[in-house]
């Protein structure tokens, strides 16, 4: 469950009876797109509610009588009324939740752009998220709180193209990894995608190829960095088949 806090109320009117729950705000939004076990995957409706409860006037705590559940909903069981009051009704969000669901979508719509565009006019070198930031203020884009921030990716590129040089790709890198290191750091190495390729060399190494999101590489050469003290090889491959590193 949620806290209080961070919930909202959606509500329906049916039958001159008023019905109210207490839900999160981006899968109260998601319930009524129809895609909330694509967005909340491996979550439950009881993970993204305050209560597992159906009231009359949520501020209150005042519930309506069982009969007018009975009546409009064929159920007084809350689990099954709670998603039938959030498709058919209404969210009520306050003025400082929307700008806080704004803010949030924001900074999310900047990290996905950040992890995967590059600077096609300079070597494919990732931009910065403070760039991206900028770059959206120049163009006057304003997010849509009650969209989720992938959704709104594509229209934030083709303001963002007249102003910087900028394009959505994958990378490949390939990395050695010491053998001091190997077992310990390809783990670290797989958050970035599975292993396409892998080689353990005769003194112990291991040579690994991945691919992930170019926006990503200077995030992936400081863990690697990280994880081997510096002394980790990696390079942009180029040919599938082209696996040395330098």
């Known amino acids: 469950m949620i806290s209080l806090d961070d919930a ?4 329906l009117e049916s039958h001159g009876e008023r019905f ?3 839900v999160d705000p981006d899968a109260a939004l998601a319930i009524k797109r129809g895609t909330f076990d ?42 099954e009324i709670i998603p039938q009051v959030i498709e058919r009704g209404e969210i009520q969000i306050t ?33 910065p998220p403070d760039r991206i930031e900028r770059g959206l203020e120049e163009a006057g884009f304003t997010v849509d709180p009650m969209e989720t921030a992938e959704s709104q990716v594509d229209d ?21 990894l010491p053998a001091e290191y190997a077992g310990k750091a390809q783990a670290r190495v797989r958050e970035f995608g599975d292993l396409d390729r892998e080689e353990w060399q ?33 390079r942009i491959v180029k040919d599938e088949d082209d696996i040395n590193v330098r």
């Open 38 to 79: 694509e967005e909340f995957e491996g979550q439950d409706l009881e993970d993204v509610i305050a209560a597992e409860d159906v009231f009359e006037d949520a501020a209150s705590g005042d519930r309506p009588p069982e009969s007018a559940l009975k009546e409009v909903f064929g159920t007084t069981d809350p689990m």
């Open 20 to 22: 109210e729950v207490l």
């Open 95 to 127: 003025a400082e939740q929307r700008r806080e669901m704004q803010e949030q979508k924001r900074r999310r719509l900047i990290d996905i752009i950040a992890r995967n565009a590059i600077n096609p006019q300079q070597n494919d070198a990732p931009h």
């Open 202 to 234: 005769s003194d112990g190494s291991l040579v690994g190829v991945t691919t992930f999101p170019a926006g990503m590489q200077n995030e992936f050469y400081d863990l690697v960095n990280d994880q081997t003290s510096g002394e980790a090889e990696t």
């Open 156 to 176: 934030a590129l083709e303001v963002l193209r007249p102003i910087i040089p900028i394009s959505f790709a994958e990378i490949t890198m390939a990395v050695r």
């Open 8 to 11: 909202v109320t959606a509500q």
